[in-house]
């Protein structure tokens, strides 16, 4: 009888934790789980390579999400990380010099969220710091007295496409859904309606 219940048991928290996991990999996307900084339009890059000064610089990622560099023309940078911009950079400078060693880093991140809506102060921020939904309505200042803390949307863009997300501030404080309470990423918008 007591492996029966630890069973049901294992179950019960099993059932009850799945939705959660599942939920935030989808939501957050690769990023999240394997922690690496992704380039993002704006960053940037200090590319160094080794022993070729006239190929060292420091480069901003365009709106296209491409950086030119000598030789090599346009590369695209956004998205990648700097260890796979990196090997992408050498085996183009493959053609041109033998085993080439570069370095990429990432020297000013463009890392921002916008809040529009019924907070408190509407704008652009920066996103220093791992960043939760309700800590990002406390930095805009709070809710207004006519916010609708029921009718919260958070816009993100994937792969080109507009991903909204609809969230319910009283549904996370009280426990009912604090899956909702996502993490910012870049460029995200929180609208408080």
Do not use: C
């Not at 610089?57 to 956004?78: C, F, N, Q």
């Not at 050498?90 to 907070?119: A, C, D, H, W």
């Amino acid at each position: 009888m007591a492996r029966l219940s630890k069973f049901f048991m294992f179950v019960f928290l099993f059932l009850l934790l799945v939705p959660v996991i599942v939920h935030s990999e989808n939501i957050n996307g690769s990023d999240s789980k394997t922690g690496y900084y992704r380039i993002g339009k704006g960053d940037v890059l200090e590319i160094n390579v080794w022993k070729e000064e006239d190929l060292t610089r420091v480069v901003k990622v365009r709106t296209d999400g491409r950086i030119s560099l000598p030789l090599l023309d346009d590369v695209m940078a956004e998205g990648l990380t700097p260890i796979e911009l990196k090997k992408k950079i050498e085996k183009k400078l493959s053609q041109f010099i033998t085993s080439p060693f570069v370095t990429v880093m990432v020297n000013e991140e463009n890392n921002k969220f916008y809040m529009v809506g019924e907070v408190n102060k509407v704008g652009e921020y920066d996103l220093t710091k791992d960043l939760t939904i309700l800590q990002a309505i406390a930095i805009a200042g709070g809710f207004t007295e006519w916010a609708n803390k029921d009718n919260i949307i958070l816009l993100r863009y994937k792969n080109g496409k507009e991903i909204r997300y609809k969230i319910s501030y009283k549904d996370i404080v009280s426990g009912k859904a604090p899956e909702q309470n996502y993490f910012i990423q870049r460029n995200d918008t929180i609208i408080v309606k």
